[in-house]
């Protein structure tokens, strides 16, 4: 009897946790209070010690980041540092971004600035005063899409195969910083070029009457593939009398220089470039990683004071590392800038070749590095920013 009465008044006990203070009882309450309470009373709480809550999942995936530099908790969390990272860099340096392509690409409207030491100057003041703000960031939109996985897959990559090549401080040499850093922007680039192909595009675009929508940009990328022969372009020109400035330019063009074979292949006006970017990327990452491992090494060593302001170390290391990989790998973005606006210039493209006459006939050798200057001003800030933001978030994640 005394058992029974025990379990009678340790379920009345349960009963009574399960419920709000505030609650009734059923005989003074509506029916749908009595079904609530019926299922209250049916399924008691569980222990506090018993729930996974979210708090605790957070702490065990922490911990196995730290513990497997290899496992996914420290990879991905790498990852959305690093497409955080990219964002808050490209965003500070939007408009330089989009002035350095309208230079690199020789636009007709603002081949005048190029070369002048006011150069940027006027043609920020011109963008202003025709566009406004937004026109300093048309495009930005597509770049953002396309940086927050491009950022986020290179250092995730980076990540993953410095944990790799570099195991221990032993294994720190040139060779493994360049091939981790090389190896993971060639990562990201493939993943995600189609993405970069459309942000030119848009930056490119300068005229009122030329300007599209992201999704038009996308159409007329994609139609600039049956640009081939004069009879396909005449066809092309039937079919889409509708179209935009940039269309009609394309209808109206050469025949492409660009191999059948190449142009067959699926989404191939979507990778116009990609060869030369890929050879311009290895140079880039690779330098830029190595640089800035190398630097963030032996910083603290020489200079003490940077040992204890670790997001300050990251700033100069990132700027140093952003000069250093910009000059060995300029002349590539210059000749991929180029393959990349082809289409928007009329017919079906260009190839390197092609690419590399064009800027050698217009400006001759000095035409490799023309808008280096404003490269600087881009590529130093943005990859300060990209590589102190990616270890701050890294802190913040706890990896």
């Known amino acids: 009897m005394s058992a029974s009465s025990s379990n009678l008044s340790s379920d009345r006990k349960g009963k009574s946790r399960a419920l709000p203070v505030d609650f009734e009882t059923p005989s003074s309450t509506s029916p749908e209070l009595r079904e609530a309470h019926d299922l209250a009373s049916h399924y008691p709480p569980a222990r506090e010690s018993e729930r996974w809550?979210?708090?605790?999942?957070?702490?065990?995936?922490?911990?196995?980041?730290?513990?497997?530099?290899?496992?996914?908790?420290?990879?991905?969390?790498?990852?959305?540092?690093?497409?955080?990272?990219?964002?808050?860099?490209?965003?500070?340096?939007?408009?330089?971004?989009?002035?350095?392509?309208?230079?690199q690409t020789s636009n007709a409207e603002f081949r005048q600035f190029a070369g002048n030491p006011r150069g940027l100057v006027s043609a920020m003041s011109h963008i202003?005063?025709?566009?406004?703000?937004?026109?300093?960031?048309?495009g930005h939109s597509a770049t953002l899409l396309r940086i927050f996985p491009y950022a986020g897959i290179k250092f995730m990559a980076y990540d993953w195969l410095e944990s790799i090549l570099i195991p221990t401080p032993d294994h720190r040499t040139p060779q493994r910083y360049f091939l981790a850093g090389a190896a993971s922007g060639v990562t990201s680039v493939f993943f995600t070029y189609p993405l970069e192909l459309l942000r030119v595009r848009l930056a490119y675009q300068t005229q009122e009457g030329e300007r599209t929508t992201l999704r038009q940009a996308v159409r007329l990328i994609y139609r600039e593939a049956a640009v081939a022969t004069p009879s396909a372009t005449s066809t092309s020109t039937v079919a889409s009398t509708s179209a935009t400035a940039g269309a009609a330019a394309a209808a109206t063009a050469p025949p492409s220089a660009v191999s059948p074979f190449i142009r067959s292949l699926p989404f191939y006006p979507f990778y116009r470039g990609f060869s030369i970017t890929i050879l311009g990327m290895i140079p880039y990452a690779g330098v830029s990683f190595l640089t800035y491992g190398t630097l963030k090494r032996y910083l603290p060593i020489y200079l003490p004071n940077f040992a204890?302001?670790?997001?300050?170390?990251?700033?100069?290391?990132?700027?140093?590392?952003?000069?250093?990989?910009?000059?060995?790998?300029?002349p590539f973005e210059v000749v991929r800038r180029r393959m990349q606006?082809?289409?928007?210039?009329?017919?079906g493209g260009v190839n390197w070749r092609q690419a590399v006459r064009g800027v050698y006939t217009e400006r001759g050798g000095r035409g490799f590095w023309v808008g280096l200057s404003i490269g600087y001003l881009k590529v130093v800030p943005m990859t300060s920013i990209s590589f102190a933001t990616w270890q701050l978030m890294k802190r913040a994640l706890e990896i």
Do not use: N
């Not at 922490?62 to 969390?77: I, T, Y």
């Not at 202003?128 to 048309?138: D, E």
């Not at 204890?308 to 300029?330: F, N, P």
């Open 308 to 330: 204890e302001r670790k997001t300050t170390a990251d700033l100069a290391c990132g700027a140093i590392a952003g000069a250093v990989s910009q000059t060995a790998s300029y």
């Open 128 to 138: 202003y005063r025709t566009a406004g703000v937004r026109g300093l960031f048309q």
């Open 53 to 103: 809550t979210t708090a605790t999942m957070w702490r065990e995936s922490r911990r196995r980041a730290k513990a497997d530099r290899r496992g996914w908790d420290h990879v991905l969390s790498s990852g959305v540092a690093g497409g955080v990272a990219g964002c808050v860099a490209k965003t500070a340096i939007a408009p330089l971004d989009r002035i350095k392509i309208l230079f």
């Open 341 to 347: 606006v082809g289409g928007a210039r009329g017919g």
